[in-house]
């Protein structure tokens, strides 16, 4: 099993990051030290808006839900370990 070097894991880290930002992941938490990263994909929703049109329309509120499942918000936690291996684990959002 061999080990990375300091630079190495934090080249890998800093890259990994970058990819998910690419892919709309947004950095709620960064610890270099430690090599974590709490990343969040989704969006906050306005359920206000869909509310009135439901009310109005009657049909809406399908359109609500499946667009609510679509952009709920995602949280996960990455980090690397010597090794380099990655580790990604689901994070329970507030």
């Known amino acids: 099993m061999s080990e990375y070097s300091k630079e190495e894991l934090e080249e890998k880290f800093d890259s990994k990051i970058s990819n998910m930002a690419l892919d ?14 709490v ?31 679509k952009n709920k918000a995602q949280r996960i936690r990455i980090s690397f370990d010597k090794s380099g291996n990655l580790r990604q684990e689901t994070v329970a959002g507030s």
Do not use: A, M, P
């Open 39 to 69: 990343l969040e994909k989704g969006q906050n929703f306005n359920h206000t808006v869909h509310v009135i049109l439901t009310l109005i329309t009657c049909v809406w509120g399908i359109v609500w839900y499946l667009q609510y499942e």
């Open 24 to 37: 709309g992941w947004r950095i709620l938490d960064k610890n270099e030290k430690r090599l974590e990263c």
